[in-house]
C-alpha cells in the first residue's frame, strides 16, 4: 500500500533553534511531496511543494529536502518561534502525478517554547 | 479573495440519519477534493473532482458515500444511513488545476454521529 509515516511523538524545542521533522515513504516514489501546517480546528495551509528532480526547496525560513533514495523528506524551519507551533503534515502525490490527488503522514507536532 | 468554505461547521446526527456537507471551493478552481480526518491523524483522500465528474472516487469507504459537483464548483458529500465511526472531520480542497499544485483547504466540517 502507499504509505507516508511521520514522527508522531511531539517535537518540543526551544525558541531559536533549528526545529527538523522526517517524512518517510515506502513502495514506490512519488512524482512530489507537499508540507503542509494545521491549527487545531483549521484545515492545514501549504507551505511547500518539492518535485522528485529537486534536491532542496526552500521559504524564507523554511527548508525542504527530498531523497528518492532514502524514500525520505526532512522539513526543517531555522530560527523557530512560538507562533511555528503547530502540527506539520507531509503528503504525496501517490503513483500518480497528474491527478493531485495527496496521501498524508499522520503529522508531527511542533511545540516551540519561549 | 474568499477561501474555501464550508457549511456547517459542525453537523450532529443519530445514527442511521442521512446528511449533507457542503463545500464553495475558490471562485476558477477547477480541481475539488474531499478527505476525511481522524483525531490524531492525517486527512484521508476520498474522492477527487475534475470539472463536474468524480475523476477519482477510490477513496469512498462505501457505497453509503456519493458526492456530487453538478455545475463544478460547489459540492455536495452525502453520507446515507450514518454509522457513529463516520464521526470524523471532514475538510474540502480546492486547486487551480490538477496535478502538483497547491490544495488550499477550508476549516472543515465536525461530523458527530450519536
Known amino acids: 500500500s502507499q504509505k507516508i509515516e511521520q514522527n508522531s511523538e511531539a517535537l518540543n524545542i526551544q525558541e531559536g533553534k533549528t526545529a527538523t521533522l522526517t517524512c518517510n515513504y515506502t513502495?514506490?516514489?512519488?512524482?512530489?511531496l507537499q508540507w503542509y501546517r494545521q491549527d487545531p480546528g483549521r484545515g492545514p495551509v501549504f507551505l511547500l511543494l518539492i518535485r522528485e528532480n529537486e534536491k532542496e526547496k526552500r521559504k524564507e525560513r523554511l527548508k525542504v529536502t527530498f531523497d528518492t533514495t532514502l524514500k525520505q523528506s526532512l522539513f526543517h524551519i531555522t530560527a523557530s518561534q512560538p507562533a511555528d507551533s503547530a502540527t506539520y503534515l507531509c503528503a504525496h502525490s501517490g503513483g500518480s502525478s497528474n491527478t493531485g490527488k495527496l496521501i498524508f503522514g499522520q503529522g508531527t507536532t511542533l511545540q516551540v517554547k519561549p | 479573495g474568499a477561501g474555501v468554505s464550508q457549511t456547517p461547521s459542525n453537523k450532529v446526527t443519530e445514527k442511521g440519519k442521512y446528511v449533507e456537507l457542503r463545500c464553495d471551493p475558490i471562485?476558477?478552481?477547477?480541481?475539488l477534493y474531499w478527505y476525511r480526518q481522524s483525531l490524531g491523524q492525517g486527512p484521508e483522500f476520498l474522492i477527487y473532482?475534475?470539472?463536474?465528474?468524480?475523476?477519482?472516487d477510490s477513496g469512498l469507504p462505501n457505497d453509503r458515500f456519493f458526492a456530487v459537483r453538478p455545475e463544478g464548483s460547489v459540492s455536495t458529500l452525502k453520507i446515507q444511513r450514518t454509522e457513529r465511526g463516520d464521526s470524523a472531520v471532514y475538510l474540502c480542497?480546492?486547486?487551480?488545476?490538477?496535478?502538483?499544485?497547491?490544495?488550499?483547504f477550508g476549516p472543515g466540517t465536525r461530523l458527530t454521529v450519536t
Open positions: 471562485s476558477g478552481h477547477t480541481a
Open positions: 473532482f475534475q470539472g463536474t465528474g468524480a475523476a477519482d
Open positions: 480542497a480546492s486547486s487551480l488545476s490538477p496535478g502538483a499544485y497547491e490544495q488550499y
Open positions: 513502495n514506490y516514489s512519488p512524482a512530489y
